[in-house]
């Protein structure tokens, strides 16, 4: 079946360390997108693509970068400049029409 | 600038009960309008979208929308709340900025009481 795989589901970040988020999908869709996910705040763009080796940020990028360098993958990864990563990540992708298929997400915590 | 709002950061009902979720969009021309669900620690899943096509719009697991222009509304119902409805349910609307993106609300947390 197609869809769009996020790993790890769970994961843990010291302070100051860079770490990334995977996101595969198999749809052979064009588009790739990074939400952040904070209670109450509903979900915050981060980054999108149109597409491969093409990326545009989105309104809370600061502290975070990607790479588009293939269809299938699109990885986030949260920079030790982002002061508050802890929140629940979520990857998504379309094609040419509105509406997206989502990833289950990786949730992200600071110890 | 396009937008949505939720009205009703927690709505509870009964079992059995009808289920009612706000959402009023701000749009500059006519939108595509989404319900989205989402159970604890998992992605979103798509109840149903409006894209100009019929006003009241069917979904999945018994919910329907129905889209008012004139009150640029587009509110979630469901006849009667099973216990397996209780998620969070995010409104969003489409808009074209350069590429096509999603806007979503705040989101709205479904109980249902037994």
């Known amino acids: 079946d197609g869809g769009i795989t996020q790993s790890p589901k769970y994961l843990f970040r010291k302070e100051g360390q860079n770490v990334t988020l995977s996101c595969e999908q198999n749809?052979?869709?064009?588009?790739m997108y990074w939400y952040r996910q904070d209670p109450g705040q509903g979900l915050r763009l981060i980054y999108y693509?149109?597409?491969?080796?093409?990326?545009q940020k989105g309104d809370i990028a600061e502290g975070y970068s990607v790479s588009r360098e293939k269809k299938e993958s699109f990885p986030l990864t949260v920079t030790s400049a982002q002061k508050n990563p802890t929140a629940f990540y979520l990857c998504a992708s379309s094609q040419q029409g509105p509406g997206y298929t989502f990833g289950s997400g990786t949730r992200l915590t600071v110890v | 600038a396009q937008s949505v709002t939720q009205l009703g950061s927690h709505v509870s009902v009964s079992e059995g009960a009808l289920v009612l979720l706000r959402c009023n969009y701000s749009?500059?021309?006519?939108?595509?309008l989404f319900w989205y669900v989402q159970y604890p620690n998992q992605g979103l899943q798509l109840l149903l979208k409006y894209t100009s096509a019929a006003t009241l719009v069917k979904g999945i697991n018994g919910f329907e929308a129905e889209f008012k222009k004139s009150e640029t509304s587009f509110h979630l119902t469901k006849p009667s709340a099973h216990m397996s409805d209780a998620a969070e349910y995010f409104c969003a609307v489409s808009v074209f900025q350069g590429a096509q993106k999603l806007v979503f609300g705040q989101g709205t947390r479904l109980t249902i009481n037994p």
């Open positions: 693509s149109q597409i491969v080796n093409d990326f």
């Open positions: 749809l052979n869709h064009d588009a």
């Open positions: 749009s500059s021309v006519p939108p595509y």
